[in-house]
């Protein structure tokens, strides 16, 4: 390997320090600035500035539950997020030519597999079903929330798409929306405007659900298939052959593979060692008071070893891309994951989206055909 | 992962939109539950949720915790009865419950 000359390896080297002391003093900036708010805030309750409410909407409802304490680990959690990203930043950088060679091979492999035509009808179908599954009633929950609509409260960019609480035209208009799309993405050509007008009504549908306070990530898997899917289903439209690219399956496969990797990453971030020693599930299943959830609290070790179970399914879901074999275990198990959680927790329901969408990894991808 | 939003629906200060379940349960504020009840006039209660209204306990939850909070919640109890979901003659209750060393302690707050 050829040799970098001595005074651009210098220069690489001062500029990378130069822009981590960059970093390292923003990061400083930052917590004292936001350490400032939040001993501002606790004597009156007043001192939060409008900004901070901005980034957290939250803070309305938890400035009365939490102390001082609570509100400065959450500052520190961007910090956190940023060290770990700028970090692996660097190492990433350091390794960049062994990573580079790496990463084209991987990306070559996977944007030349391919997905037989046959499939499609099925992949269509088990997909907008889930959505079906997730969305039939909604007019119903709609009609339920209009009466709510005072409180109705958007944030992030629900601001924007979804400033106001929709008349009850608006509501019936969007349901028509979804459910028309989910019929015509099944029946008719050009699907992929179908597909593309039900993602765009499944995410008004999470606005308004999502206004009143309640954020989930219960529907995040289904929602990046469905952004994602209409791109596959206008490459099958234009092309004729047999096999159609499958790269947006691929993308799909890893943003599923991701959501669960990031849920994983999330419980180390947020919890760090407490996650292992804490005895979460256990306080949870308290809470819950559900009957078996309530007996299978009584054994605080196992609660505990689940705990563990749990963070090393969410993680192991990264791998999953590169060794298909995973699929035999982390999907079963990823199923049974979802269907205890709402039996023991009672988050999310019988059928659960999560695993729903399981359905990208059941049909082969084949490596395209060498003409 | 941090930098793709999950779109439209974060509350984007701590990141955490996948960290449900995340955090470890460390003060009674984060083992409490809120029913919103409703008192007839001859003396009988039902949680607003078995009404059938079709909003879910755990909404129904979020929204008494949020105008409990925030102090207001003779506002929400205003609203509930402009839209029929109460009767005149009815009288909302927000029971809180906390968990404190494995036992439930509740409180009741009556509204006007």
Known sequence: MKKQPFIRQSFILAFQSIFLWIVYLLAMHYMAAMTHQVILA??????????VYEFYPRLQTEKWRFSESFFISKAEQILIRITFSVQLVFILHSFRTILLEKLVSVYHRLTDLTIHRKFIPYITVLLYTCLLLVVY?????????????????PTGMGKLLLPFFPPLLMLWFIYVV???????????????????????????????????????HGYSTLTYALLIYPFFLWEAERSKESTVPAWSIVLIQWMICLSYFYCGLEKIFISGMQWFTSNNLQQHLLIHEKPLGLALASYPVLCQCLSFGV?????SFLFLPFRKSLVCLLLPAGFLFHTAAWILLD????????????????FPLQPQETK | MSFIPFLFLTDLFPFMRFGMFAETIQSTAQQEKFTVTVLSPDGSNQSLGDRQIGLDDSHLNYLSRIYYYNHQLDFFAFHLQKT?????????????????NHQWK???LLTK
Do not use: C, R
């Open chain 2, 84 to 100: 029929g979901l109460i009767k005149p003659n009815e009288q909302l209750a927000i029971i809180h419950k906390k968990l404190v």
């Open chain 1, 42 to 51: 606790s004597p009156n309750d007043k001192g939060w500035t409008s900004w």
């Open chain 1, 137 to 153: 009633n909604a007019m119903l929950e709609f009609e339920a929330l209009a009466l709510f609509g005072p409180f109705y409260k």
């Open chain 1, 178 to 216: 979804l459910i028309g799309s989910i019929i015509t993405v099944v029946l008719l050509p050009k699907k992929w405007i179908s597909a593309s007008l039900a993602a765009i009504g499944f995410i008004y549908y999470q606005l308004i659900l999502f206004g009143f306070g309640k954020y989930d």
């Open chain 1, 311 to 315: 963070l090393i399914l969410q993680l």
């Open chain 1, 347 to 362: 988050a999310g329901g019988l059928f659960n989206p999560w695993w729903g969408v399981y359905l990208f990894f059941l």
């Open chain 2, 106 to 108: 509740q409180d009741t």
